[in-house]
């Protein structure tokens, strides 16, 4: 991976885990979540007039991750309404390099060294112990550390679905930006029609968070899609999880979750998986 591509997968994941912070920060998860992802069409819009159209090969990708998208966005933010920022964030970006390992190895025959299996085996422990992490009133909270994971599976699905979807594209940030436009008017039709009048506090309460949070989101996805094209999946997807780290330390100084040694070492352990994983063949 090129200095280039690796500095840009680091920006993406700083990027990410300010607009998480944003969601967990709403009032209304649901609006929150609805506004960001509306924030997305002016930049996708943009994306889509003014590059070329992905290549219709990619097309059925494209819709296969609008699909996972929208089943991400709503158990995220289902998750958020359990759980902290810090407690529910790494549990659900950590698992999913876990998750492609895992799905790459039983179903797609791939070959994984002794290191990349370490890196999964330390990712899987960062994971297991995170889902014990005390709430901030210090009871557990095994509902959160459940959706947290249900979301990681759809993130391992949405990562490998539109790596694959953007190198066919020929037009990496056009196919996300279409991809975003759909996934942004499915996820509001259904969550509207599923609590009425989500739509309009997305639009009004919301209004700013959607516009922050949707901007930073798009770009940060649109950096990671782009980096798809330059660089394995797997090891895009293993360093954009150092996101981990951002959102313990917004969760912890600026949100004013609980620190403690346990959550601490679960999302370093996480993380030293993560990175295991994306230097593993050149070890």
């Known amino acids: 991976m090129s200095t280039t591509v690796f500095l840009i997968v680091l920006g993406a994941a700083l990027l990410h885990a300010g607009w998480n912070a944003l969601l967990k920060s709403g009032g209304d998860k649901f609006a929150a979540m609805t506004a960001v992802s509306l924030g997305h069409v002016p930049l996708a819009s943009l994306a889509a007039l003014l590059l070329p159209l992905p290549a219709p090969e990619s097309w059925p990708w494209l819709l296969g991750g609008l699909a996972l998208h ?56 960062g994971i297991l112990s995170l889902a014990l992490v005390r709430k901030s009133d210090g009871r557990r909270n095994p509902r959160a550390a459940a959706l947290a994971l249900l979301t990681g599976c759809f993130i391992a699905g949405y990562s490998l679905v539109d790596g694959l979807g953007a190198r066919l594209s020929g037009s990496p940030v056009a196919f996300f930006g279409w991809q975003a436009i759909g996934t942004a008017l499915v996820f509001a039709v259904l969550i509207n029609t599923l609590r009425p009048g989500t739509v309009r506090g997305a639009l009004t309460v919301q209004k700013w968070r959607g516009l922050i949070g949707g901007a930073a989101s798009f770009v940060a996805f649109a950096m ?39 959550k601490l070492v679960s999302t370093f352990t996480a993380l030293a998986g993560a990175a295991l994983l994306r230097f593993a063949r050149h070890m």
């Open 70 to 125: 929208v089943a991400y966005q709503t158990t995220l933010t289902l998750a958020y309404r359990a759980g902290d920022l810090s407690h529910v964030y790494p549990i659900a970006r950590g698992s999913a390099p876990l998750i492609v390992a895992l799905v790459s190895v039983t179903a797609l025959g791939v070959h994984l060294t002794g290191m990349e299996l370490m890196g999964v085996a330390i990712i899987g422990t």
């Open 224 to 262: 990671v899609m782009w980096a798809f094209t330059q660089a394995p999946i797997a090891l895009v997807t293993a360093l954009r999880e150092t996101s981990i780290v951002f959102a313990l330390l917004i969760g912890v100084i600026f949100m004013g979750e609980r620190l403690d040694l346990a």
